[in-house]
């Protein structure tokens, strides 16, 4: 039993395996690899983007706008500084104040309805960048267990070719084989919960960050039309910031 025990484990599963147990072994190996890379990945952004968004109530407590933007930040992909720049952007077009005087198009929309638009087209943005990445996980968490399964199915077969052929069967010839098997299963198993997991707590970190951006997004839009922030009790509230 000894010798048998001995000889048994991954190792032993990919020195006499064929190809096709190979492939499923690398196949595993890479999925968790993604996985983990694609965990961390997006725990740093979502880890950065906390930070940023508690620096938004500082935005409302500036002298100007410039001043707001400088305390939101200049990280690359900000979706906060990039949401407020959007915003006055789209405001500063609309109203002719980027020297563009010549009649355009969106002249006839209203000033609520185009920076709405142009928050809008920020705050799609970002949720897009925010979800790449989580179909590979939802896709990895799915196929792992059946990846393994086939595995073990093939391992099983091919060790119950190997008893048929010694003509001999006992418990040592057929424990140890199966149980090599069955390694590709907990294998799988072994690469599907962590992408479950994390495809959860990114899921739910997209969520709240969402919030929070469309919460300052609405704070936005009322400050470009009407110069105010609407506050939680729908009070509007005058600031000291100058418009852009």
Known sequence: MEPQLASSGIAHVWTQGDAVTRTVALALLLMSLTTWIIILWKALDQRAQ?????ACE????SADFAEGLAKLG?????????????????????????????????????????????????????????????????????????????GTVWGIYHALLGIGAAGQ????QVAGPIGEALIMTALGLLVAI?????????????????????????????????????????????LPMKKA
């Open 74 to 150: 200049n990280e690359p992909g900000n979706p906060f500084r990039a949401l407020a720049m959007e915003g006055r952007e789209a405001t500063r077009h609309l109203l002719h104040k980027d020297g563009q005087a010549r009649p355009q198009l969106h002249d006839s929309l209203d000033l609520s309805d185009w920076v709405e638009r142009a928050l809008r087209n920020s705050l799609d943005d970002f949720t897009a960048r925010a979800q790449s990445g989580l179909t590979v996980l939802a896709s990895i968490a799915s196929t792992a267990p059946f990846v393994g399964l086939f």
């Open 50 to 54: 906390r930070r940023q968004a508690k």
């Open 194 to 238: 962590p992408a479950v997991l994390g495809y959860n707590a990114l899921v739910r970190g997209n969520k709240g960050l969402t919030h929070r951006l469309n919460r300052f997004g609405n704070d936005l839009h009322a400050y470009f039309v009407t110069g105010a922030r609407v506050t939680v009790g729908g009070d509007a509230k005058v």
């Open 58 to 61: 500082s935005f409302w407590h």
């Open 169 to 172: 069967v006992s418990i040592d």
